[in-house]
């Protein structure tokens, strides 16, 4: 049984994989983008697995998978080791089938992830500080119990199922030249590829990887399985140690390309998408386009699909991301001021700010400050403009008033 699971799919069983989901998962749509087909001399296009059951693509091979279970397999459940994606997948699959499913989590996970495992009625076991150590915990309670263990990608069932969405791109755009992939561990992208390059050899399929991240460009760089060192990126959903066998060896006979981006550029895409097209992904899911904003891949005159591959984004994370994104385009300005500690004052800075059009974020007084000289007050202003020049013209402003101030940069 084993041995079946590390054999490359077919089209038979991606055709299997698509009548299996029909019905128990969305026909995420193909979104043609005019703004960005616009930025980058394209046609570009979003298939919006960030709006799939679950949140992400992570169903599509979940369901497939479980489906391809015996009767006895069943009986006994499920189990697996994941931080999010995968873990809301095969807790939906199991739930839709009436199976128990056991997942494993890292202690760190965010407990909004956490509620969603159990809100699919899945038992959860927070274990381990990252998801290796919670693979090896899902391991042994996979032996002591006798379940079945589903892997989130190196297996050939998980990558028909998630090989479906290649199928329907090039179902929805025939004329697809260039798909963008996000990659962890290998499952999305060795299915989509293999499933594509069937249909149509021509086409070019080219990964992303974060550069904090990117076991896969390096395995197959060396010919062998890689695994990286860090894992400082804010693109968890493809921060994986190392590929699958079965998914390397896919990779490296049909993916064109692998390019890795940084996690600046990832959030940027991130915001760049819920700013201009009202989508809202998480970070694994923004690097295609992040790929597009480092110029790493030429795409003028081409009709590109970018796969935005999930929705769970960390709500905190989000809003980290959004005022960043905003100081990066001097839509946020910082001002530290140093007034005299008299009525009015502070209502005169507020009057000139809103006279030009800025809007006041955040207001921040602090006498305890230890530089704030007698009789002063320490006050910082965040200020929202609509950009660099904006920007300038309030500073300038708020000079004719005779007031010490510093921008922050």
């Keep these: 049984m084993e041995d079946e699971l590390l054999v490359q799919p077919t089209m038979d069983d991606f055709l299997a994989a ?13 979104n043609y983008s005019s703004t960005f087909s616009r930025i980058y001399g394209a046609d570009i296009f979003f298939k919006m697995e960030n ?25 006994r459940g499920v189990i697996t080791a994941s931080a999010g994606n995968h873990a809301q997948g095969v807790a939906y699959a199991a739930m839709i089938n009436e199976i128990n499913a056991k ?43 006798n379940r079945t263990f589903i892997d989130a990608f190196n297996d050939r069932w998980i990558i028909s199922g998630q090989g479906t969405i290649g199928l329907e791109i090039l179902e929805d755009q025939p004329d697809i030249d260039i798909i963008l992939v996000p990659i962890g561990g290998g499952g999305l992208i060795s299915g989509i590829a293999l ?19 990117d076991s896969m460009k390096q395995s197959v760089a060396a010919g062998k399985i890689v695994p990286y060192t860090s894992t400082n990126t804010i693109a968890d959903g493809i921060s994986v140690k190392y590929p699958g066998e079965l998914n390397l060896r896919i990779v490296q006979k049909y993916v064109d390309d692998i390019v890795t981006v940084s996690d600046e550029s990832i959030a ?29 891949i030429e795409v003028r005159g081409k009709k590109v699909a970018i796969v935005l591959s999930g929705g769970n984004a960390n709500l905190l994370l989000l809003s980290k991301i959004i005022y960043k994104a905003m100081e990066i385009e001097n839509r946020l300005v910082r001002i530290n001021f140093q007034i005299p500690d008299r ?25 305890m400050e230890r530089s704030t000289p007698v009789g002063f007050q320490s ?9 660099k020049a904006h920007a300038d013209e309030l500073i300038d402003k708020l000079r004719t008033l005779g007031y010490s101030f510093e921008v922050e940069t």
Excluded: W
């Design 103 to 145: 997942i494993v989590m890292p202690e760190y996970t965010v407990p909004a992830k956490v509620n969603a495992v159990m809100d699919y009625k899945a038992q959860v076991v927070l274990s381990g500080a990252d998801y290796n150590e919670a693979h090896i915990r899902a391991d042994e309670i996979c032996k002591a119990e």
């Design 268 to 296: 940027m895409a991130l915001y760049k998408l819920l700013e201009r097209n009202k989508v809202l992904v998480e970070p694994s899911g923004a690097v295609g386009l992040a790929a597009l904003m480092e110029g790493k």
């Design 343 to 367: 009525p009015g004052t502070l209502m005169k800075i507020a009057t000139t700010i809103s006279s030009i059009g800025g809007n006041i974020y955040h207001a921040q007084v602090d006498n």
């Design 195 to 213: 499933a594509a390059k069937m249909l149509k050899p021509g086409i070019r399929i080219i990964g992303i990887q974060s550069e904090q991240a």
């Design 51 to 75: 709006i799939q059951k679950t949140g992400s693509f992570k169903a599509r091979g979940a369901i497939f998978k479980v489906s391809r279970l015996t009767s006895d397999q069943k009986k």
């Design 379 to 387: 006050v910082k202003f965040t200020v929202n403009v609509r950009g």
């Design 18 to 30: 698509k009548k299996e989901l029909d019905g128990k998962i969305n026909r995420t749509p193909l």
